[in-house]
């Protein structure tokens, strides 16, 4: 499967941004979903995850309450919709899939295919 991320952006603090990661080559529900972020210096960081099923998600403390994640079949899209966007929210966003399980994991290890990430700046 091939992952290509869009959607990232200056934007200042307050304001929202939805990230969009379109698959093609299998579909997204054969796979466990996630978006991770990256901050200069730090390490990849999990922010959110989507079961195969989408019945259940994971959230990083940080972005609980004000980011959704989400997936569409038709479009064979999974989206991250961030409200309420801070400075600390800066970093590259990564879509990554997980084949083989069900259940959400955490660690950026654990997923096999990435798309190329997504520059978010969140300005004071």
């Known amino acids: 499967v091939q992952l290509q991320a869009s959607g990232g952006g200056l934007v200042q603090t307050g304001a929202s941004l939805r990230l969009s990661c379109v698959a093609s080559?299998?579909?997204?529900?054969?796979?466990?979903m996630a978006w991770f972020r990256q901050a200069p210096g730090k390490e990849r960081a999990f922010v959110a995850g989507i079961s195969r099923s989408g019945s259940s998600t994971s959230y990083a403390d940080s972005v609980k309450g004000r980011f959704t994640i989400s997936s569409d079949a038709v479009k064979n899209t999974m989206y991250l919709q961030m409200n309420s966007l801070k400075p600390e929210d800066t970093a590259v966003y990564y879509c990554?899939?997980?084949?083989?399980?069900?259940?959400?994991?955490?660690?950026?290890?654990?997923?096999?295919?990435w798309g190329q990430g997504t520059q978010v700046t969140v300005s004071s």
């Open positions: 080559g299998r579909t997204l529900s054969s796979y466990v």
């Open positions: 990554a899939v997980r084949r083989g399980v069900s259940s959400i994991r955490l660690g950026p290890a654990e997923y096999d295919y």
